[in-house]
């Protein structure tokens, strides 16, 4: 078993004093793997990964219970520049690159807290350059007239110029061609293997997250309603029926199923 490098343990969120948004998630993401969080619009798994990075202030949001854990160290009190500082980075929904700057430029925006010298940023850029060779292509093109693909491209390599140990990914497939979506998923599980970054990613795309996650959380209405090794969700027959669309009878909400048990994950 890989020793856990994140835990998320028992987390209510709330939004504008109000409104409960997750109730009582908990998580782990091990060293060295990929953890998927599933389910569909308004399940929480943006909220989740906000949680974990501490973004959720500027979106009027706060953890009112439980805590989150990183190497043994609470850090849901730390800010994110802190958490960027241990490694934690994340690539926000939608991309969000500098669109007036280039492709290049972005990418060097990404080594702002690296202490790794002139030299040492050029090597790193190199190495992102031999993970996307597109963006090479395009080095001196402002981001913001490149395609959806190139600038979900450049949001992870500017990651990688930080030097994560864990890159938090949102939606990585939202708005790409299915064949961009699987690049980008492969560029994934190669950063993982050969770079040791752990990932967590929320998806929305069950079964293209299923193929490369070692572990999934499927969440809805903010909780943890099912979990397992990627391989045992993407057979599980409600899995299927659900979120893979091998079903005559349309979608329906776990909570129709007599047979299935829901986990009580929360504290």
């Avoid at 994110?80 to 690159?97: F, S, T, W, Y």
């Avoid at 010298?117 to 031999?130: H, N």
């Avoid at 979990?227 to 979120?243: C, I």
Wanted: with cysteine; glycine share 12%.
């Amino acid at each position: 078993m890989s020793q856990a490098l994140l835990t998320v343990n028992g987390i209510e969120v709330i939004y504008n004093h109000v409104i409960l948004v997750l109730k009582g998630v908990s998580l782990t993401v091990p060293e060295g793997k990929i953890v998927a969080l599933l389910g569909g619009n308004g399940a929480g798994k943006t909220t989740t990964l906000r949680a974990v990075s501490n973004l959720l202030k500027g979106e009027r949001g706060e953890v009112t219970k439980g805590y989150i854990d990183y190497k043994g160290e609470r850090i849901d009190k730390l800010t994110p520049a802190d958490l960027v500082k241990r490694g934690v980075i994340q690539v926000m929904e939608g991309r969000h690159c500098f669109q007036h700057l280039s492709i290049e430029e972005n990418l060097l925006t990404g080594a702002y807290t690296s202490n790794a010298g002139r030299a040492g940023i050029l090597q790193d850029l190199e190495k992102v350059y031999a993970y996307f060779p597109r963006l090479k292509e395009r080095r001196d093109s402002q981001s913001g007239y490149t395609s959806g693909g190139e600038q979900q491209m450049t949001a992870i390599g500017r990651a990688l110029m930080a030097r994560p140990k864990m890159i938090l990914l949102d939606e990585p497939s939202m708005g790409l061609a299915p064949q961009l979506v699987e690049e980008i998923f492969e560029i994934v599980k190669a950063l993982n293997g050969k770079e040791g970054v752990s990932f967590l990613l929320a998806e929305q795309n069950t079964n293209i997250a299923l193929k490369y996650a070692d572990y999934g959380y499927i969440l809805e209405n903010g909780r943890v309603v099912m979990d397992g090794e990627g391989s045992a969700l993407a057979q599980n027959e409600d899995v299927k029926e659900f979120y893979l669309g091998f079903s005559s009878g349309g979608r329906r909400s776990f909570r129709d199923v007599k047979s299935y048990r829901r986990r009580k994950r929360w504290l």
